[in-house]
Nanobody
């Protein structure tokens, strides 16, 4: 059974940092690309960052939404089956629920989400 469990959200002041983590189980983690999405209040869910599997690119290439480039870093630990999102220089517009996502065997899988609030 595929499971994705996020952690690390919370309340942070503008300019601060948070590190989100997603623990994955139920599939061969290293073989699949992993993504972080977020959904702000009243807005659609959007892709924030992605990291490819090690088997498709050396070291796992990454991609980011323009709004987070230079501030967020996605990484994966294939030994621990985790994917992390380091978020620096946080802005109020980064507020939302952050979700871990994987697409495998023709299906989408989402975690339960972790809330991030950036406010003074």
């Amino acid at each position: 059974q595929v499971q994705l469990v996020e952690s690390g959200g919370g309340l942070v002041q503008p300019g601060g940092s948070l590190r989100l983590s997603c623990a994955a189980s139920g599939f061969t983690f290293s073989n699949y690309a992993m993504n972080w999405y977020r959904q702000a209040p009243g807005k659609e869910r959007e892709l924030v960052a992605g990291i490819r599997s090690a088997i498709r690119s050396v070291g796992g290439s990454t991609s980011y939404a323009d709004s987070v480039k230079g501030r967020f870093t996605i990484s994966r630990d294939n030994a621990e089956n985790t994917v992390a999102l380091q978020m620096n220089s946080l802005k109020p517009e980064d507020t939302g629920v952050y979700y871990c996502y994987v697409y495998l065997r023709g299906r989408e899988y989402w975690g339960q989400g972790t809330q991030v609030i950036v406010s003074s």
